[in-house]
C-alpha cells in the first residue's frame, strides 16, 4: 500500500491553513481584482495629461513660403487646436499676446528651424502633440510643393498588413493568420509562460524549504523509517503542488468572474482573446497543463535535492538561488525561441 | 527467534563509528543498549532501522533482512525529537498511526485511546510548537507506540520526563513486553536499566564491551562489593590492606573488596572498631560495571 496519498494530505491541510498561503492567495486575488479596474484608471489619468486645447500664435520669419496655411488646414481637422498669425507684431509683442491672452504658446519659424515658446515647457504631452501638429503640415506643405493630392499622399503611406498561412510539408492547410492574431498568440503563449515561471518559483521554494524543515525537525528520521524516500518526495511535490494549483484556479477564477462582470475585461485582452476568453483553444490550454506537470515535477525534484542538502531552513535561500538561474536561462530560452519557434536550438531537444 | 546484528561495520570517512559489532536481542525481550555518549548506539539503531546501510555484517530478523518487514513493524523514537511543529497534536498522532500502516479508522482509534492513557486530553487539539519539551516528547512516545509495532526502538526514552510520566512510560513499556513485543532501548540511567531489563549489550567505541543477561553478567563480575554501616570509628578500614572505598552515602559505606581479602576479615575488624549496624555483600551495579568496563579506558 503506497503511502503518498496519506503524505500529500498532511502536506495539504497542514498549509494551506498557513498564515503565508492565505496571506499570498488574498494578495493574488487583490491583485487580480486592482488589475480589471486599471484600465479605466489609466485611462482616466492620461486624460487629465493631455492637454485639452493647444492655441498658438505663429512667428514667420518674412520671406519664406508661409506654412500657416497648411496649420489651418491641420487645425480644422484637429478638434482644439487653433492657431493665428502674428502678421504685422514683433517677436516681443506676439509673445506678449501669448501671455496676456493665456495661450499655449508662441512658434517661431526661421527657415528649418521650428521653436516653441512657451511658459510650460516641461510638459511633455504638449510638446509631443504639438511636433505631431507640425510634422503633419509640414509634411501636408512638402506634399503640396510636390504637387500630390490627399489620395497620393495616403497611398504613399499606407502599410501592409502580411498574413500568414501556415502549411505542412505534406499540404496539409493551417490557419491563415493576421498580425494582430499573430501578435495575441505571442502575448497568451508569454503570459503562460510567465505563468509557470512563477509557480516554479513560488512552489518549488515551498518544496525546498519543506524538506529541510522536516530535516532540521528530526521528523525526518521517523519518517524515513517507515516511508520510502521516493514516496516522501513525491508525497510533499504532489502536496505542495496541488496547494499552487489550487491557488492558481482562485487567482485565475477571480480574473474570469471580474472579466464577466466589469467592462474592462482585461483578462480577455492580456490572453489576446480580445475579450472573449473562450477563444483560446483547447489544444492550447491542454499542451500547458501538460508542460505545466512536467515541468514542475522536474524543477520541484531538483528543489527538493537542494532541500536536502542543507539541514536548517535559513540555508535554503542559498542553495536555491543556483535553481532559480537555472529557471532563468529556461524562461528566457523559451523567450528567444519565440522569436524562430523553428531554429535549431528551439528544435534540438525534439 | 530474534534479533540477530552480524559483525557489522559502519565508517564516515576515516572514523569508524560501528566496528564488528554483534549481539542478539531474543524475541520479546526488553533489552538495554548501553555505552559512554558517542559509543555508536545512534548509528546501531539506524542501521537496525535500515536508515543507513552498513558497510559489512548485516542485521537479521528470524533470519530475514529487514527491509522486508512492513511498516509497521518498527516504531522509533530518535534521540532527537522531532515533530512537525505546526500539525495539532492528536492530528499529528492519526498522522503517524497512517504512516505506519493503520487505516483511518484505526488510527482515530488509538490516538483517542492513547491521548487519554497518557492524560493530554487538554493538549489533543493544540500545534505542537506550543506545547512544552516534555509533552512534545510525550506526544512522539505516543507516535512510536500507537500501532503496536512488533520491534520498539527507543533512544533514551527516559531524558526529559517528569518521575510521574516516567513511571508512566516504564507502565506501558512492561505492558508491551508482555504482549511480546520486543523493545529495544538506550538509556544513561542505570538504575531504569537494572530495573526494567533483562538483557543488555555494552558498547564502547563501537565495539560490544558486555552482552547478555544482566543478571549472569552480575554474578560473573562476583559478589566483591561490601557495604558497611557501623557507629564507631568509621575509618578502620584504613588499617585493611585490599579494601578500596567505592563510595560514602549517608547511610553506609561502599567498598571494593581486592583479592585474597576475607570478608570475615573485615567483619572482625569492624566488630572491634565499634556497633555494626549493616554488613552486607552484594553484586556491583550496573552503574559501576559501567564506569569499570568504560571508564578504566578514559
Same mark, same amino acid.
Given at each position: 500500500m503506497s503511502m503518498i496519498p496519506v503524505l500529500v494530505k498532511r502536506e495539504f491541510t497542514s498549509r494551506v491553513k498557513g498564515a503565508s498561503y492565505v496571506v499570498t492567495t488574498v494578495i493574488g486575488v487583490l491583485v487580480f481584482v486592482a488589475l480589471s479596474f486599471l484600465p479605466p484608471i489609466v485611462e482616466r489619468f492620461s486624460q487629465s495629461m493631455a492637454p485639452g486645447h493647444?492655441?498658438?500664435?505663429?512667428?514667420?520669419?518674412?520671406?519664406?513660403?508661409?506654412?500657416?496655411?497648411?496649420?489651418?488646414?491641420?487645425?480644422?481637422?484637429?478638434?482644439?487646436?487653433?492657431?493665428?498669425?502674428?502678421?504685422?507684431?514683433?517677436? %516681443?509683442?506676439?509673445?506678449?499676446?501669448?501671455?496676456?491672452? &493665456?495661450?499655449?504658446?508662441?512658434?517661431?519659424?526661421? &527657415?528649418?528651424?521650428?521653436?516653441?515658446?512657451?511658459?510650460? &515647457?516641461?510638459?511633455?504631452?504638449?510638446?509631443?502633440?504639438?511636433?505631431?501638429?507640425?510634422? %503633419?503640415?509640414?509634411?501636408?506643405?512638402?506634399?503640396?510643393?510636390? &504637387?500630390?493630392?490627399?489620395?497620393?499622399?495616403?497611398?504613399?503611406?499606407s502599410k501592409v498588413d502580411l498574413r500568414v498561412r501556415e502549411v505542412s510539408p505534406l499540404g496539409e492547410d493551417g490557419e491563415e493568420l493576421d498580425s494582430v492574431a499573430q501578435a495575441q498568440a505571442m502575448v497568451l503563449a508569454y503570459f503562460l509562460l510567465f505563468m509557470i515561471y512563477m509557480a516554479l518559483i513560488m512552489y518549488g521554494n515551498m518544496v525546498a524549504s519543506g524538506v529541510a524543515e522536516e530535516k532540521s525537525s528530526r521528523i525526518m528520521e521517523v519518517m524515513v523509517s517507515t516511508v520510502k524516500p521516493m514516496e516522501l518526495m513525491l508525497g510533499k511535490i504532489i502536496g505542495v503542488g496541488s496547494l499552487g494549483l489550487l491557488q492558481f484556479f482562485i487567482w485565475i477564477g477571480t480574473g474570469f468572474l471580474m472579466n464577466t462582470m466589469g467592462s474592462s475585461r482585461i483578462l480577455g485582452q492580456v490572453l489576446g482573446a480580445g475579450g472573449a476568453v473562450s477563444t483560446i483553444p483547447l489544444e492550447t490550454v491542454l499542451w500547458f497543463g501538460l508542460y505545466f506537470i512536467l515541468g514542475y515535477f522536474f524543477y520541484a525534484s531538483i528543489f527538493a535535492a537542494a532541500g536536502a542538502l542543507v539541514s536548517r531552513v535559513e540555508e535554503v535561500s542559498q542553495v536555491v538561488t543556483i535553481i532559480m538561474m537555472l529557471i532563468m536561462v529556461g524562461f528566457f530560452a523559451a523567450y528567444a525561441s519565440f522569436l524562430n519557434p523553428n531554429s535549431t536550438w528551439r528544435s534540438l531537444p525534439r | 527467534m530474534s534479533l540477530v546484528a552480524d559483525e !557489522?561495520?559502519?565508517?564516515?570517512?576515516?572514523?569508524?563509528?560501528?566496528?564488528?559489532?554483534?549481539?542478539?536481542?531474543?524475541?520479546?525481550?526488553?533489552?538495554?543498549? #548501553?555505552?559512554?555518549?558517542?559509543?555508536?548506539?545512534?548509528?546501531?539503531?539506524?542501521?537496525?532501522?535500515?536508515?543507513?546501510?552498513?558497510?559489512?555484517?548485516?542485521?537479521?530478523?528470524?533470519?530475514?533482512?529487514?527491509?522486508?518487514?512492513?511498516?509497521?513493524?518498527?516504531?522509533?523514537?530518535p534521540e532527537e525529537r522531532g515533530l512537525y511543529p505546526k500539525m495539532r497534536v492528536a492530528e499529528h498522532l492519526e498522522f503517524l498511526g497512517r504512516i505506519h500502516g493503520l487505516d483511518r479508522r484505526k488510527a482515530q482509534a488509538e490516538t483517542e485511546r492513547w491521548i487519554d492513557r497518557f492524560e493530554i486530553g487538554e493538549l489533543s487539539q493544540k500545534r505542537i510548537e506550543e506545547l512544552s519539551k516534555g509533552n512534545q516528547q510525550k506526544v512522539q512516545t505516543i507516535g512510536t507506540m500507537l500501532h503496536?509495532?512488533? #520491534?520498539?526502538?527507543?533512544? /533514551?526514552?527516559?531524558?526529559?520526563?517528569?518521575?510521574?510520566?516516567?513511571?508512566? #512510560?516504564? /507502565?506501558?513499556?512492561?505492558?508491551?513486553?508482555?504482549?511480546?513485543?520486543? !523493545?529495544?532501548?538506550?538509556?544513561?540511567?542505570?538504575?531504569?536499566? /537494572?530495573?526494567?531489563?533483562?538483557? !543488555?549489550?555494552?558498547?564502547?567505541?563501537?565495539?560490544?564491551?558486555?552482552?547478555?543477561?544482566?543478571?549472569?553478567?552480575?554474578?560473573?563480575?562476583?559478589?566483591?562489593? #561490601?557495604?558497611?554501616?557501623?557507629?564507631?570509628?568509621?575509618?578502620?578500614w584504613a588499617r585493611i590492606p585490599g579494601l578500596e572505598p567505592v563510595a560514602s552515602r549517608s547511610d553506609y559505606q561502599e567498598f571494593r573488596l581486592g583479592d585474597g581479602v576475607d570478608p570475615n576479615d573485615v567483619l572482625h575488624a569492624a566488630m572491634q572498631a565499634g556497633q555494626v549496624i549493616r554488613f552486607e555483600l552484594v553484586e556491583p551495579s550496573l552503574d559501576q560495571i559501567f564506569v569499570e568496563k568504560v571508564g578504566a579506558r578514559v
Open positions: 493647444i492655441d498658438l500664435v505663429l512667428y514667420e520669419q518674412p520671406g519664406e513660403s508661409s506654412i500657416f496655411p497648411y496649420l489651418e488646414e491641420v487645425s480644422t481637422l484637429r478638434e482644439g487646436f487653433t492657431v493665428r498669425s502674428s502678421s504685422g507684431l514683433s517677436e %516681443q509683442e506676439a509673445y506678449r499676446m501669448v501671455l496676456d491672452e &493665456g495661450l499655449s504658446g508662441l512658434l517661431l519659424v526661421d &527657415g528649418p528651424l521650428y521653436t516653441l515658446v512657451t511658459t510650460d &515647457g516641461t510638459n511633455m504631452m504638449l510638446n509631443g502633440e504639438i511636433e505631431n501638429i507640425l510634422n %503633419q503640415a509640414v509634411s501636408r506643405g512638402n506634399a503640396a510643393r510636390l &504637387g500630390l493630392s490627399a489620395e497620393d499622399m495616403a497611398s504613399l503611406f | !557489522i561495520t559502519k565508517r564516515f570517512r576515516d572514523v569508524t563509528a560501528v566496528d564488528r559489532l554483534s549481539f542478539t536481542v531474543q524475541e520479546g525481550s526488553l533489552f538495554g543498549f #548501553l555505552g559512554p555518549n558517542g559509543a555508536g548506539k545512534t548509528t546501531t539503531m539506524r542501521v537496525i532501522l535500515d536508515i543507513i546501510r552498513p558497510d559489512e555484517g548485516k542485521v537479521t530478523w528470524q533470519g530475514q533482512t529487514f527491509h522486508r518487514l512492513g511498516r509497521g513493524f518498527f516504531g522509533y523514537l503496536d509495532p512488533e #520491534l520498539l526502538i527507543l533512544d /533514551e526514552p527516559f531524558s526529559g520526563l517528569d518521575p510521574v510520566n516516567t513511571a508512566l #512510560l516504564k /507502565e506501558v513499556l512492561l505492558e508491551a513486553h508482555k504482549r511480546g513485543r520486543t !523493545i529495544i532501548f538506550s538509556s544513561h540511567r542505570m538504575d531504569q536499566v /537494572e530495573e526494567i531489563c533483562k538483557d !543488555i549489550v555494552l558498547i564502547d567505541q563501537g565495539r560490544s564491551v558486555l552482552h547478555g543477561n544482566l543478571r549472569q553478567i552480575k554474578k560473573s563480575m562476583g559478589r566483591q562489593i #561490601l557495604r558497611i554501616a557501623l557507629e564507631g570509628k568509621e575509618d578502620f
